[in-house]
């Protein structure tokens, strides 16, 4: 079964700093990997989905990379504002299966 | 507007008092989900269903029932609810899978905070 682990679990920034947020898995027989925003007792919003094939995907300050041989995945932030604090999870959509199975997430806040 | 919408957002309930959470979604997907998200344990899937009367156990299934008449819709049933199903609750949906070159990201609906007394 695969397992998603996100370290660090809680993240403080000041305004203006570059920051990566990881996100490893076990097994790297993956379809895609999708990385959310999620806001205090809110739904999730989807920033960034790297299929397999993929290396990275961009989106104005957000970049994602992915890397299958070691399990890894990173989410950059450039520039960071204090409307990026929120939760940030990831999730894996395995080769087989028809499961998805995320991390527990980074609560990230940035101070003004 | 593409979204999928749950009904109800809040409820409170007593144990084993039936309930129905409907999820619906407008873009003609494919594969629907259920998670569940407790603190400290992420999000955990609950059944989904790769189309109409298609579908399976996630990690998490008991109980929890599904069931999917419509494309558009994956009603959450529990039918004697206890208090560790308190939870928040999503429903998500994406396209096909696997479906090579299509890019079949998850959408998720705005979640239904359930408490059971």
């Known amino acids: 079964k695969q397992e998603v682990t996100q370290i660090p679990a809680a993240l403080s920034v000041p305004e203006g700093e570059n920051l990566v947020l990881n996100c490893s898995f076990t097994?790297?027989?993956?379809?895609?990997l999708q990385w959310f925003r999620q806001d205090p007792g809110k739904g999730l919003t989807s920033l960034l989905l790297?299929?397999?094939?993929?290396r990275e995907q961009t989106s104005g300050r957000l970049n994602a990379s992915l890397d299958k041989s070691s399990g890894r995945s990173t989410l950059y932030i450039a520039a960071s504002q204090p409307g990026d604090s929120a939760t940030y999870l990831c999730a894996v959509r395995p080769n087989t299966g028809n499961q998805f199975y995320f991390g527990t997430g980074t609560s990230l806040t940035v101070i003004p | 507007e593409a979204q999928v919408t749950q009904n109800p957002r809040y409820l409170i309930t007593v144990t084993g008092k039936k309930l129905t959470v409907t999820c619906s979604q407008n873009m003609n997907h494919e594969y629907m989900s259920w998670y569940r998200q407790d603190p400290g344990l992420g999000l955990r899937q609950i059944y989904y269903s790769m189309n109409v009367e298609v579908t399976d156990k996630g990690d998490v299934p008991e109980g929890y029932k599904v069931s999917r008449k419509e494309k558009r819709n994956f009603p959450l049933i529990l039918e004697s609810p206890s208090p560790n199903q308190t939870s928040l609750y999503f429903c998500?949906?994406?396209?096909?899978?696997?479906?090579?070159?299509?890019?079949?990201?998850?959408?998720f609906g705005p979640g239904t905070r359930l408490t059971v007394l």
């Open positions: 097994d790297s027989a993956i379809y895609n």
């Open positions: 998500a949906s994406s396209l096909r899978y696997p479906a090579s070159g299509v890019n079949n990201e998850q959408f």
């Open positions: 790297i299929q397999s094939s993929q």
